[in-house]
């Protein structure tokens, strides 16, 4: 059993033979947690992951269905750390993952430098706005304003963490691009891997996922785009298999 707090509920975790606590007033889990989860490069039998801004555990969760290593989740929220300890421990991964209450930016400090295969993070996408516009509900304005980190921080952090040779990869808005291609480059992130997803046909891109290999050689490669909807508002087949796992 599982201890569920205030409006907590406990949901499938689409394909995946998994449960994760959410709640609609902190935090539920977007498309783009799970497009990062399968898009990244992971060892198979072993290795050693960090996933940053982990949220509720979402993609520490959807990893360790792809990989046997070990898996830490760096959380600031201690609400959002508590219910991805709460899941883990649910879906009996406390041996193969950790979630850790902390700020990214003193985490190398805690868990180590240069010794990990993989880093991910879905960050914060948006610059912290006025008092005025910023969102009322403290979870949502964390995990959507670079308040208690920005992008800098996450690239610089990601490397520190890799080994040489390990991959960071990222989920982020196209309007960034840029800046996530020339701040990867400054922290010795050769970025090796994009690609493109866009909402309908014939619409602009709005996420895009990004790979990179510590001290790789320049080489990149720009992957067939994604697609989400079809003209029906139906997900298209690449989506209904990374969330479904249908063929």
Same mark, same amino acid.
């Given at each position: 059993?599982?201890?569920?707090?205030?409006?907590?509920?406990?949901?499938?975790?689409?394909?995946?033979?998994?449960?994760?606590?959410?709640?609609?007033?902190?935090?539920?889990?977007?498309?783009?947690?799970?497009?990062?989860?399968?898009?990244?490069?992971?060892?198979?039998?072993?290795?050693?992951?960090?996933?940053?801004?982990?949220?509720?555990?979402?993609?520490?969760?959807?990893?360790?269905?792809?990989?046997?290593?070990?898996?830490?989740?760096?959380?600031?929220?201690?609400?959002?750390?508590?219910?991805?300890?709460?899941?883990?421990?649910?879906?009996? +991964?406390?041996?193969? /993952?950790?979630?850790?209450?902390? %700020? #990214? &930016?003193?985490?190398?400090?805690?868990?180590? @430098?240069?010794?990990?295969?993989?880093?991910?993070?879905?960050?914060?996408?948006?610059?912290?706005?006025?008092?005025?516009?910023?969102?009322?509900?403290?979870?949502?304005?964390?995990?959507?304003?670079?308040?208690?980190?920005?992008?800098?921080?996450?690239?610089?952090?990601?490397?520190?963490?890799?080994?040489?040779?390990?991959?960071?990869?990222?989920?982020?808005?196209?309007?960034?691009?840029?800046?996530?291609?020339?701040?990867?480059?400054?922290?010795?992130?050769?970025?090796?891997?994009?690609?493109?997803?866009?909402?309908?046909?014939?619409?602009?891109?709005?996420?895009? +996922?990004?790979?990179? /290999?510590?001290?790789?050689?320049? %080489? #990149? &490669?720009?992957?067939?785009?994604?697609?989400? @909807?079809?003209?029906?508002?139906?997900?298209?087949?690449?989506?209904?298999?990374?969330?479904?796992?249908?063929?």
């Amino acid at each position: 059993m599982v201890q569920l707090r205030e409006d907590e509920r406990l949901d499938y975790l689409l394909a995946e033979d998994l449960r994760i606590i959410q709640s609609p007033s902190v935090f539920a889990f977007s498309l783009d947690a799970v497009l990062l989860s399968k898009f990244v490069n992971v060892p198979i039998q072993k290795g050693k992951l960090v996933d940053l801004c982990s949220g509720n555990g979402i993609i520490p969760l959807l990893l360790s269905t792809r990989t046997k290593g070990s898996i830490i989740g760096v959380e600031i929220q201690e609400r959002l750390c508590d219910m991805a300890r709460r899941s883990v421990n649910y879906n009996e +991964l406390s041996q193969q /993952i950790e979630m850790i209450h902390g %700020d #990214l &930016k003193e985490i190398v400090k805690e868990i180590g @430098y240069s010794k990990y295969d993989v880093v991910t993070c879905n960050p914060p996408y948006f610059p912290t706005p006025s008092q005025e516009e910023i969102n009322k509900n403290e979870h949502y304005a964390i995990a959507r304003h670079e308040i208690m980190c920005n992008l800098e921080d996450v690239i610089r952090v990601s490397s520190q963490l890799l080994r040489q040779g390990g991959k960071a990869a990222f989920v982020h808005r196209p309007g960034r691009l840029m800046d996530i291609l020339s701040l990867m480059r400054q922290y010795r992130i050769e970025p090796k891997r994009l690609q493109f997803v866009y909402p309908k046909q014939n619409k602009e891109a709005n996420t895009i +996922l990004i790979e990179g /290999i510590k001290d790789g050689n320049p %080489d #990149l &490669k720009v992957l067939p785009p994604l697609v989400v @909807y079809n003209e029906q508002n139906e997900y298209n087949p690449d989506i209904r298999r990374i969330l479904y796992g249908e063929q």
